[in-house]
């Protein structure tokens, strides 16, 4: 255990820095240095919470995960309020808080992980019924992702809707009963996307990249530009010409495409490693954790990064279509950063405890030989 927390914490720390310093070379542009002021701000908010959330017993959460689910659910209607929530692109997902732009969906991730490893917990021995493996969490879960998806946030959704039956799976929950609402679900998604103009030329654009590159498809190929410009080693950092407008969100999103050019494919794989590493290091954390309702916790987070990262990797290279989601401890973003690395502080709980309570067997001293008394 100990070899995966040193393995996890350095991951996260290399790709917190890495963040950093492409950040810093991102603000070389109009912006200066707000971006990399902002990161490191929220960043230490996240380090604070995360040591708080690794020395806390994480089963403390079961008292409190259906308040942290109703807050989330209540925040991301709140957001779909004009007036309240903000408006950008034509999606209401952020509040105002002056300092920051607060998006409720990604403490509603969090929130919604440990709410179904609450359940999952619970009702253990009743998971592989439909009532109580599908029905009952299908019912609390799609509240969350239809709030979600109502600020118009697909990418979101989507990534929750596999987290999620994934780990209901873990729980018990049998596939014959799980893969009818799931594919309720991704036709549902997919007419939403068909009705929905954006979405429905990003797919396009993903289809036909040459012949949208000039348009809808803008941004993917000035990605592929900025990864083919970099080649083995990159053309230095700082030097990197695709960051100087010509790649939108290029801090946040597409923070890869930079990473690309500037450092190299050499670069790109040692953060795919890093998430891969990562990933390997939760998945061994959930296999031994002293509980059902650390395994499920450590499976959903560690489900939660891998999958997120593998999104975002692969909408910067084109082999998905362009879903708007940050790279985990990379991508510039307060929300997510201070989320993420509460997730980490959760992991780092889960693994401190995992052997809590084991006592080793101890050998029982031989005998001892009376002495012989004098006659």
Request: proline share 5%; glycine share 12%.
């Amino acid at each position: 255990m100990k070899v995966a927390t040193t393995i996890l914490v350095f991951c996260v720390a290399a790709l917190l820095a890495l963040g950093l310093v492409m950040l810093y070379s991102a603000s070389m542009g109009p912006k200066g240095a707000h971006f990399l002021i902002m990161q490191v701000t929220w960043g230490g908010v996240g380090l604070v919470i995360c040591f708080i959330a690794a020395a806390l017993d994480y089963r403390h959460l079961k008292k409190v995960s259906w308040l942290l689910f109703g807050l989330a659910a209540v925040l991301l209607a709140l957001v779909l309020v004009p007036g309240i929530g903000m408006k950008i692109n034509g999606a209401r997902r952020w509040f105002d808080l002056k300092v920051m732009h607060f998006q409720p969906s990604e403490l509603a991730k969090i929130a919604l992980i440990i709410a179904i490893a609450h359940y999952g917990e619970r009702f253990q021995r009743q998971m592989g019924t439909f009532q109580r493996g599908v029905f009952l969490p299908g019912a609390f879960i799609g509240l969350i992702l239809v709030l979600i998806l109502a600020g118009r946030d697909y990418g979101t959704t989507i990534l929750m809707i596999c987290v999620s039956a994934a780990m209901l799976l873990v729980a018990g929950a049998r596939w014959r009963f799980l893969l009818p609402p799931i594919f309720v679900a991704v036709v549902g998604l997919g007419i939403a996307i068909w009705f929905n103009p954006i979405r429905s030329k990003r797919i396009a654009a993903w289809l036909n990249p040459d012949e949208t590159k000039s348009d809808i498809g803008y941004q993917a190929y000035q990605s592929m530009l900025a990864l083919g410009a970099g080649g083995w080693t990159g053309v230095g950092l700082g030097d990197g010409r695709q960051k100087l407008g010509f790649v939108p969100e290029h801090h946040t999103d597409f923070i890869l495409s930079v990473i690309g050019e500037e450092l190299g494919l050499v670069a790109t794989l040692a953060v795919l490693v890093a998430f891969i590493f990562l990933v390997i290091c939760g998945i061994y954390i959930a296999w031994n954790a002293r509980d059902t309702f650390g395994l499920l916790l450590a499976s959903g987070i560690s489900l939660l990064i891998g999958l997120q990262a593998f999104v975002n990797i692969g909408v910067v290279t084109s082999a998905l279509p362009n879903k708007g989601l940050p790279l985990p401890f990379i991508s510039y973003g307060g929300s997510n950063l201070v989320m993420m690395l509460a997730g980490m502080g959760l992991l780092l709980s889960v693994a401190r405890r995992a052997h809590e309570g084991v006592t080793m067997p101890i050998e029982s001293e031989p005998a001892a030989v009376p002495s012989p008394q004098p006659s």
